[in-house]
């Protein structure tokens, strides 16, 4: 398995920006999906992106356009810039590394929008 530790997290308000780390330790040896999924307060955990070993890349449509999932560097650490907040972003943001044999996930990193 890997372990994942996420980063990147505050208060922002409307309209801001924030730029989400995944340190990532530990190696995959099959295909697997590094991703970014939130929990909002009263709601269900929902993928917002996730990018393929092989660079597909997918979002939500609640934030198409407007955040960006990359890899940072050539392991498992991913990033999500996140532009044009909105008070419904509002959410506990986990990262995760999805493979055939496991799933792992971080501890989450808390995101709030407001004013």
């Known amino acids: 398995q890997v372990q994942l530790v996420e980063s990147g997290g505050g208060l922002v308000q409307p309209g801001g920006s924030l730029r989400l780390s995944c340190v990532a330790s530990?190696?995959?040896?099959?295909?697997?999906?590094m991703g970014w999924y939130r929990r909002a307060p009263g709601k269900e955990r929902t993928l917002v992106a996730g990018?393929?070993?092989?660079?597909?890349?997918n979002y939500a449509d609640n934030v198409k356009g407007r955040f960006t999932i990359s890899r940072a560097n050539a392991g498992l650490s991913i990033s999500l810039q996140m532009n044009r907040l909105e008070p419904e972003d509002t959410a506990v943001y986990y990262c995760?590394?999805?493979?055939?044999?496991?799933?792992?996930w971080g501890q989450g990193t808390q995101v709030t929008v407001s004013s």
């Open positions: 990018i393929s070993n092989l660079g597909i890349i």
């Open positions: 530990g190696s995959v040896k099959t295909s697997y999906v």
């Open positions: 995760n590394c999805l493979t055939r044999d496991f799933s792992s």
